[in-house]
């Protein structure tokens, strides 16, 4: 039987290798993003790679909650219409807007919440009374510690975490799995590449392809693990940082960190 997969930022560099890994394997999908013209043509990619799939796009813009309740409406007319439940939600939305918190407008601290926490939230909701089977959270290595000058991306991260493994808990016993997934970086975007080159060797080691984190977090919740720091290096970092105190990693991150400013794409 086949079943359906709703990604969010599925035109985004790790959104469509979701989109890409799941058409190779013959599952239906369910995209959405902000673009129906970059949503249409994510499509036409993807049934090149399986021309027998159910591909269905929704433009939803995620901080709306109408848009939202839409987008949740259109899940479950397109399970009704091609007999096909919904199985897996994977939440990869996100902004990584990094700046000092005082360059924020009171528009984008919204923004950034809305998308990073409260749709990903919000959908889960949603998607858990459609039946859902396995929800992937996208959060990142930024959210184990504060970050000064992405304090508030590391803070959604470090909440959609905590949501994540206190859902799991909740749907114990349910028949719902739920991973959160902490990638370092992924080069996608120009900007991003050039912030990973940046970094030097450490950049170079730490990042991981989309194509590489997309199959390391299905192959997470496939093993019903309940969060998982993608890529050695960064588990590494995970560890190995553990001992030294807050008071120097924030000074650290801060002192690194705030050379870097970048807004919204």
């Not at 995209?31 to 043509?41: D, I, P, V, W, Y």
């Not at 184990?144 to 909740?170: D, Q």
Request: proline share 3%; with cysteine; aromatic share 6%.
């Amino acid at each position: 039987m086949n079943v359906f997969n709703l990604i969010t930022g599925a035109t985004g560099g790790l959104g469509s290798a979701f989109a890409k890994l799941l058409a190779e394997r013959g599952e239906d999908l369910i995209l959405t993003g902000r673009s129906e013209e970059k949503l249409r043509a994510l499509k036409e990619e993807l049934l090149t790679i399986r021309e027998d799939l159910v591909i269905e796009t929704i433009a939803c813009d995620l901080t709306s909650e109408k848009d939202r309740e839409i987008l949740l409406s259109g899940v479950a007319m397109a399970c009704e219409k091609h007999h096909t439940p919904l199985y897996r939600l994977i939440n990869v939305a996100g902004a990584d807007i990094q700046k000092s918190f005082t360059q924020y407008t009171q528009q984008k601290i919204a923004f950034q919440c809305r998308v990073n926490f409260e749709s990903a939230v919000s959908l889960s909701h949603g998607a858990i009374a459609l039946g859902v089977k396995e929800i992937v959270n996208i959060s990142s290595v930024s959210g184990i510690y504060p970050m000064p000058y992405f304090a508030i991306y590391s803070a959604t991260k470090g909440a959609l975490t905590s949501f994540s493994l206190a859902l799991r808990e909740e749907m114990r016993g349910a028949g719902v799995r739920v991973t959160a997934i902490l990638p370092g970086a992924i080069p996608t975007r120009d900007d991003v590449k050039e912030q990973i080159k940046g970094q030097g060797l450490w950049g170079k080691i730490a990042a991981k392809s989309p194509r590489f984190v997309a199959e390391q977090s299905l192959k997470a919740v496939a093993k019903n693990k309940g969060k998982v720091v993608v890529g050695f290096a960064n588990k590494c970092m995970n560890i190995g940082t553990k001992l030294i105190p807050l008071p120097l990693k924030l000074r650290f991150i801060a002192k690194r960190w705030g050379k870097i400013s970048k807004d919204s794409f």
